[in-house]
Each structure stands twice: as C-alpha cells, then as structure tokens.
C-alpha cells in the first residue's frame, strides 16, 4: 500500500520528492509544479521516468504508469522508448528507410542509390539504428562516424554530406 493519499498529493505545497513506495514519488519543483516520477534501477543504473503531472494524473493512475514502467524495465525495455513508439516517432533506421523509398526515384545513378542505403545498413544503422529520431545528436552521429573515419575515409564523408538532420528536415519528419 502507498504512503500518499489522493488527499496529500493535493495538500502537498512544500518543494521536494515524496515517496509513495515502489520507486514512485510525486515532485513538487519549486514554482509549485506537480509531477509524478517512478525511479527504476537495472544492472546498476538509476534512471526516473516521468509518468506525468499530478494535475492530468490521478495518484491511482500513476501507481498504474509505474507498475508498467518497472515492468518494461524488467524485462530488459526502455519504457520512455515504448512510449515514443506508442506516439509514432520513428527510430533513426525507419526515417532512413522512409527517406530513401521516397526518394530513391529521384537519384539519377543507381550506384549512388544503392551505395547511399548500403552505407547507412552497414555503418550507421548498427550504432544508432534504432535511436529515436527525437534523441538523435551530434554525438550520435559522431558514435557512428568516428570508428570507420581512419580506415574508410568516402563513407563517413557520405555519411555527413547526408547529414541526419537535412534528411529528417527533407522527410518532414522533423520541423
């Protein structure tokens, strides 16, 4: 059973972290904001989820949001991942393949084509294929670069020529 009642988390003004148990706490920030977190622990990393502000998010429902969150957890998930693939924001590998099949057609050479896709399957995608494309930064792409840089000079070249954030921009995938 949790410590908080519906009743506390709406008397509760003072700025700080109250426990209701099981990783759950309700934040108070210090201009009054409420906000429900749940603070997961696997193979030695502690990561808090937010599950949402107190004013939109019942206690009961946050009890809810954080059951299913440490399941994810358990069963080796990222809950913040699963939430984005429930909102429908692509990995990097999904926009990357949507950009090539929209505009494949429009690349005169095949060569080019098919070296643009195969460059990205062998040399991006493993790294950071299935980061969101709402994480992706610079250290992404230079995680991806950065251990072909010296051996394979043209590739990473090609790579930032077609830099990630053109390609999401030319996909509409990003503002």
């Not at 972290?17 to 997961?40: H, Q």
């Not at 709402?134 to 930032?160: C, M, Q, T, Y």
């Amino acid at each position: 059973m949790g410590r908080l009642s519906a009743t506390t988390v709406k008397a509760i003004r003072e700025p700080g972290r109250y426990g209701d148990g099981d990783g759950l706490y309700l934040v108070i920030s210090p201009r009054g904001g409420k906000s429900w977190v749940c603070r997961v622990q696997k193979n030695g990393k502690r990561r808090d989820i937010g599950l949402g502000s107190a004013k939109k998010v019942s206690l009961a429902l946050a009890r809810e949001r954080a059951v299913k969150a440490r399941m994810q957890v358990e069963v080796g998930l990222d809950p913040v991942a699963e939430r984005r693939k429930e909102a429908g924001i692509p990995s990097f590998r999904e926009a990357a393949l949507e950009v090539y099949a929209q505009n494949k057609a429009t690349w005169k050479n095949k060569k080019h084509r098919t070296q643009w896709l195969t460059t990205l399957e062998t040399y991006a995608f493993p790294l950071i294929g299935d980061v969101s494309i709402a994480d992706l930064d610079g250290h992404h792409v230079r995680e991806a670069i950065v251990p072909i840089w010296l051996n394979k000079p043209e590739s990473p070249s090609k790579i930032i020529l077609y830099d990630y954030k053109a390609f999401l921009a030319s996909s509409g995938l990003m503002p």
